[in-house]
């Protein structure tokens, strides 16, 4: 089992990003806030990236852009979708 962890303490609220995961059964994302001792919000995608990179890189992005755990699962949607669209022969009329 992979995990890479990067913790951000910005004032009383502290931002966790892990990649967790396998070879086997693929990769995802979790992100964790806490503040004054509660957890403030979590999420975490389904193992659906095949590589340890593609998690990474998702990783990085959502610590930059400051994402909240809330739309974490809409973000990897659009993800998704967009790295299918790309695979996809564009039909012009």
Known sequence: MSRIAVIIKAGRLQKNYWVFGNRKTG?????????????????????VFAHREQALALMRQ?????????HLLDIVRDYMLEQYWDLCPVFSD
């Open 62 to 70: 959502l610590i930059h852009s400051d994402v909240h755990p809330v």
């Open 27 to 47: 990769f995802g994302v979790k992100i964790l806030w806490h503040g004054a001792g509660k957890i403030e919000a979590f999420s975490q995608t389904p193992l």
